[in-house]
């Protein structure tokens, strides 16, 4: 058990939806990593956070978006979802910014019909 | 941009046995890590090793260890005495701080079958 908490772990959706993934970081982590992982395009990076802050933005596609709350737990919220949105969506912790490595979640597998 | 390459996209071995996975990376950075992570069937990503670039000591781990080339840029996996348990799929990744991130950016992953 990695210390990071995905909710929910399973999603199944139509096209046109909206969703929301939850992600808790590992106690006293303050950096939140969004990565997908999908067949055709492997893991890729999506966004990070720090301290509530946007910190780097990857391949995030316009339709969705994150937040990093005081708490320090995260939302990645995906909107007019498409049948290429399916995929395993992990998020990652790091107790900072620095090279410090990065734990990941069990992940939240999104299906979209 | 940074890349990482792993080309192999299967391996098998025995167990008990010792196999070795290949990861390349492409980067103009020179401080940098680098780490494999294990994905069981659980699909639940595991950190296996991390290498720090300016440490020219290879990282162990139990069982696990690397042989980092950095002039060749070239960090490969070592798993001794193979065990069942070790069947997963094994990604290469690369971190620096291309764009003020810490991202990491991953291999394709390879998939390793161990026998009985």
């Known amino acids: 058990d990695s210390g990071v908490t995905q909710t929910p772990k399973h999603l199944i959706t139509a096209t046109g939806q909206r969703v929301t993934l939850r992600c808790s970081p590992r106690?006293?982590?303050?950096?939140v990593y969004w990565y997908q992982q999908s067949l055709d395009q492997g893991l890729q990076f999506l966004i990070q956070?720090?301290?509530?802050?946007?910190?780097a933005k990857g391949n995030i596609l316009e339709r969705f978006s994150a937040q990093q709350f005081p708490d320090l737990h995260s939302e990645l919220n995906l909107s007019s979802l498409e049948l290429g949105d399916s995929a395993l969506y992990f998020c990652?912790?790091?107790?900072?910014?620095?090279?410090?490595?990065?734990?990941f979640g069990p992940g939240t597998r999104l299906l979209v019909l | 941009a940074q890349t990482v390459t792993q080309s192999q996209p299967e391996m098998s071995v025995q167990e008990a046995e010792t196999v070795t996975l290949s990861c390349t990376y492409d980067t103009s950075e020179s401080d940098y890590y680098l780490f494999w992570y294990k994905q069981p069937p659980s699909r639940q990503m595991i950190l296996v090793i991390r290498q720090e670039a300016y440490k020219q000591q290879n990282a162990t781990e139990n069982r696990f260890s690397v042989n980092f080339q950095k002039a060749a840029k070239s960090f490969s996996l070592k798993i001794s005495d193979s065990q069942l348990g070790d069947a997963a799929m094994y990604f290469c990744?690369?971190?620096?701080?291309?764009?003020?991130?810490?991202?990491?950016?991953f291999g394709k992953g390879m998939k390793l079958t161990v026998n009985p």
């Open positions: 990652a912790s790091s107790s900072s910014w620095g090279f410090e490595t990065q734990y």
């Open positions: 106690s006293g982590d303050l950096s």
């Open positions: 956070y720090y301290n509530g802050e946007e910190r």
């Open positions: 990744a690369y971190t620096g701080r291309q764009g003020g991130s810490e991202k990491l950016v």
